[in-house]
């Protein structure tokens, strides 16, 4: 591995195709970034499977092998921080981490969330956003704090919600969103293109 190549830690639960949107990115030369870890709370990820299909260091922690969060949250954090991780990216992972996890890479773990937050955060997005009759929905990328869907917004992608779109439909079209501005996201952050300003993120000119 190049020393100087920006180093990601991916944090996963399910099928991964955040996963391989960033991979397939990398492998395009469009993010200039190498994974250095995925870590999957479960098991029968088919994230694993997609990280070992690329030669990824791909590994399961058990969550139930250890006594209480605090305590699995510090060997995450030691698992990650043993690959020497610039960015935590958080891709379909339904673990809500602690204040130890965040602290630990305090301003340095972003999360994709299928909705246009602040509208709808926490899970069955799409359903409630049908419920709600909302005409717009999306996606955005956002740095993670310790409110739940809560951190400052880093990229966003509107997608229209049409008259007869299903949970299932509206799902899809706004995973093709998420494939495109993750790995954009992460390109800016390595790139230094982003400030900070309160809750605020200011894209660099």
């Known amino acids: 591995m190049a020393p100087d ?13 955040n996963l391989q949107a960033i991979i397939d990115s990398i492998e395009k030369n469009a993010l200039q ?48 921080q043993s690959k020497s991780v610039n960015l935590v990216c958080l891709a379909g992972y339904m673990r809500v981490l602690g204040k130890y996890f965040i602290e630990a890479f305090s301003g340095r773990i972003i999360n994709i969330h299928p909705s246009l937050l602040p509208a709808f955060p926490g899970l069955n997005v799409q359903k409630r956003a049908l419920e709600h009759g909302a005409r717009f929905s999306g996606c955005t990328v956002h740095f993670v704090n310790e409110e739940v869907d809560g951190g400052p917004i880093i990229m966003q992608a509107v997608v229209p919600v049409f008259d007869e779109d299903d949970e299932a439909s509206l799902s899809e079209r706004i995973l093709e969103q998420e494939h495109i501005i993750y790995p954009q996201a992460i390109q800016l952050i390595l790139a230094d293109k982003l400030t900070l300003s309160g809750r605020r993120v200011l894209h660099k000119k």
Do not use: C, M, W
């Not at 190498?34 to 990824?56: C, D, F, P, Q």
């Open 5 to 17: 190549k920006f180093k990601l830690a991916v944090l996963v639960s399910g099928r991964g195709s």
């Open 33 to 80: 970034a190498e994974i250095a870890l995925v870590i999957s709370n479960v098991k029968t990820a088919y994230a694993l499977e997609r990280a070992r299909k690329h030669g990824l260091e791909g590994l399961f922690l058990d969550p139930k092998s250890y006594p209480d969060r605090n305590s699995y949250e510090q060997a995450l954090v030691e698992r990650i």
